[in-house]
Nanobody
Framework: QLQLVESGGGLVQPGGSLRLSCATS????????IGWFRQAPGKEREGVSC????????YYAVSVKGRFTISRDNAKNTVYLQMNSLKPEDTAVYYC????????????????????????WGQGTQVTVSS
C-alpha cells in the first residue's frame, strides 16, 4: 500500500524558513515522481514543486522559484521541501503526492503539476506565515 506522510509545518514569521518532509512507504521512491502542492483557504490546490524519478530534475512554480528547494533521499524514502524567505501568501496546507512515471512523461508531469496526474497523496501539513 502506498503511503505518504507530511511533516514539518508550523507557524513562522515572514522571512523565516521551514523544512517540510514527505516520508514514503510501499513503493520505491526512485521509480516515482514526487510533487508538492498547496491549498490556501478559499483557493484551489496548486502545484508548488516536483522532483523526477529518473534523474532527480527539479521543477518549481514561478511563485516559489528561488525561495524553495525540493530534494530527495532515496535511502530514507523521503522527499523534502526547504522553504526560505517565506511570505504570508505562502500560508496553506501543503501536500506531497506521488506517481509512477515513465522517463518520457516525467517532464510534462512535473512541469504542469496537475492534481489529477498524481495518484497517491499525503494528509497535508499546515504552514502559516504571519507576524
Amino acid at each position: 500500500q502506498l503511503q505518504l506522510v507530511e511533516s514539518g509545518g508550523g507557524l513562522v514569521q515572514p522571512g523565516g524558513s521551514l523544512r517540510l518532509s514527505c516520508a514514503t512507504s510501499g513503493f520505491t521512491l526512485g521509480d516515482y515522481a514526487i510533487g508538492w502542492f498547496r491549498q490556501a483557504p478559499g483557493k484551489e490546490r496548486e502545484g508548488v514543486s516536483c522532483i523526477s524519478s529518473s534523474d532527480g530534475s527539479t521543477y518549481y512554480a514561478v511563485s516559489v522559484k528561488g525561495r524553495f528547494t525540493i530534494s530527495r533521499d532515496n535511502a530514507k524514502n523521503t522527499v523534502y521541501l526547504q522553504m526560505n524567505s517565506l511570505k504570508p501568501e505562502d500560508t496553506a496546507v501543503y501536500y506531497c503526492a506521488a506517481q509512477a512515471a515513465r522517463e518520457s512523461s516525467v517532464h510534462a508531469m512535473c512541469t504542469y503539476l496537475r492534481r489529477g496526474d498524481f495518484g497517491s497523496w499525503g494528509q497535508g501539513t499546515q504552514v502559516t506565515v504571519s507576524s
